[in-house]
């Protein structure tokens, strides 16, 4: 069965000092991973996606396939980056299924 | 460019009450959903559909039930609305099973 986890409710650090949201994994395939984040009274919205490799507001997760995990990584927070941040996976091996989401991390960077 | 809409944003509900939430998407998305937001828990799926008139049951389906008659619609229905329902429940759509998906503002409804 597919489950994410991400072990901490809530995270907070100082502005710029470093960040790392855990997310870990169960997946018996190649997984699809990404990062949504949901800012205050805003819609979901895609952070990255591991297959793309790309840095989106200063953010990077790496695919550790050893460890199961795709941590998101900011190596200087900014106040602007307090939100919610959600990890979810897909598995491409289980055809259409959807999305599974963790239950969230919320970051609160304080001034 | 509209995304995702989802009427109405607000619902007050008496138990026992029906109601239909309507999302509607314009960028020929295959692939849409329906999740329901509480604290604590994250995002749980209800019900989604790969496809017109297709629809499939997600992780927390019971007292929901749903169409997909039109591509660029899909209504979720609450047939007799309980308090456990309270919550915030987002849609959102894609164009394949492991594409991003794009996610409407969300609709809080509370059942009292």
């Known amino acids: 069965a597919q489950r994410v986890t991400q072990p901490e409710k809530l995270l907070s650090v100082f502005k710029g000092a470093p960040v790392e949201l855990k997310c870990n994994y169960s997946y018996s395939g190649s997984p699809e991973l990404f990062w949504y984040v949901q800012y205050s009274r805003q819609r979901l919205q895609l952070l990255l996606r591991?297959?793309s490799r790309e840095s989106i507001k200063g953010f990077t997760a790496d695919l550790n396939k050893g460890e199961t995990s795709f941590h998101l990584k900011k190596p200087f927070a900014q106040e602007e980056d307090s939100a919610m941040y959600y990890c979810?996976?897909?598995?491409?091996?289980?055809?259409?299924?959807?999305?599974?989401f963790g239950k969230g991390t919320r970051l609160s960077v304080i001034a | 460019n509209a995304g995702v809409t989802q009427t109405p944003k607000f619902r007050v509900l008496k138990t026992g009450q029906s109601m239909t939430l309507l999302c509607a998407q314009d960028m020929n998305h295959e692939y849409m959903y329906w999740y329901r937001q509480d604290p604590g828990m994250g995002l749980r799926l209800i019900h989604y559909?790969?496809?017109?008139?297709?629809?499939a049951k997600g992780e927390v389906p019971d007292g929901y039930n749903v169409s997909r008659l039109k591509k660029q619609n899909f209504l979720l229905g609450l047939e007799s609305a309980a308090p456990s329902q309270t919550s915030v429940y987002f849609c959102?759509?894609?164009?394949?099973?492991?594409?991003?998906?794009?996610f409407g503002s969300g609709t809080r409804l509370t059942v009292v």
């Open positions: 959102a759509s894609s164009y394949g099973a492991t594409a991003g998906y794009t």
């Open positions: 979810a996976l897909s598995g491409p091996d289980s055809g259409n299924t959807p999305l599974v």
């Open positions: 559909s790969v496809g017109e008139g297709t629809t």
């Open positions: 591991h297959i």
